[in-house]
């Protein structure tokens, strides 16, 4: 049967095959113990009769993985086996288990943090974009799918180049934009912020800055917030800032 080492740092059944599982339990305490207390190789355990899984041999195989034992594979013989014998191949099976496990953890762990990036991307207002230096995006969120309408084609082949094809006709001046982005590809540790004019009156902030991974610039972040209406607020108080003098002089002269 096969013990996984849990949470609590104790071993607990995970699988069993002909052995009862109540007669696996009690054996998986005694044996955590002998384990812990190893040098890390197998351990045999003779197990006389009227004892848990009685007459015969026990072999503790521990699943060493990279950083941790994972677990144990305990193999129950009647018999002295020779093949259980051999503890060089016993450990050899024991740790490729053990790397398996270790891996499949870290798999997990790494889907749950991507899983909460995602999440945390696409709660955000603004439109995000990731692009590495070789041009091909590695991460976007949905508020930038929508900002730029860009076809799912476009966004399937992860080329920026083909994404910034798509999204020039809808600004007011694509040569400006194009203009910009060239010059931030073109020096990675740059940042910058401007304002982008839509053909449709939209009003976009654009934030751009380096993509760092141990200090060493290997792509850029893109920023996009949408602040139209902001824009029109401000518009419409400086014009009427405007209107209260001619007011006033109107005033006066009646």
Same mark, same amino acid.
């Given at each position: ?12 059944? #995970?699988? /069993? ?102 999440? /945390? ?40 180049? #083909? ?64 602040? /139209? #209406? ?25």
């Amino acid at each position: 049967f096969v013990a996984l080492r849990g949470p609590d740092g104790r071993l607990h059944l #995970a699988a /069993t095959s002909s052995v009862g599982g109540g007669s696996a339990e009690s054996v998986i305490a005694s044996a955590d113990q002998l384990v812990a207390g190893g040098d890390g190789g197998v351990t045999r355990i003779d197990m006389p009769a009227g004892t848990p899984l009685g007459p015969g041999h026990l072999v503790l195989v521990p699943m060493a993985g990279l950083q941790s034992t994972v677990g144990l594979i305990v193999i129950v013989s009647r018999t002295r086996v020779k093949d259980l014998q051999d503890d060089q191949l016993l450990l050899a099976i024991g740790s490729a288990f053990g790397l398996s496990l270790e891996n499949l953890a870290h798999r997990d762990e790494l889907s749950e943090t991507l899983s909460l990036l995602s999440a /945390t991307l696409d709660s955000t207002a603004d439109g995000i974009l990731v692009v590495d230096r070789a041009g091909q995006i590695q991460s976007f969120n949905r508020k930038f799918v929508e900002m730029w309408q860009i076809p799912e084609d476009v966004l399937e082949a992860k080329d920026d180049e #083909a994404v910034l094809t798509s999204v020039v006709n809808h600004l007011a001046d694509p040569e400006e934009f194009l203009s910009k982005v060239r010059e931030l590809y073109a020096n990675p540790e740059a940042d910058s912020y401007d304002v982008l004019h839509f053909k449709d009156g939209r009003v976009i902030e654009r934030l751009s800055m380096p993509q760092r991974v141990g200090g060493e610039a290997v792509g850029r972040v893109w920023s996009f917030r949408d602040v /139209t #209406a902001r824009q029109r607020a401000e518009d419409a108080l400086q014009a009427s800032e405007r209107a209260l003098p001619a007011q006033h002089v109107e005033h006066l002269g009646a």
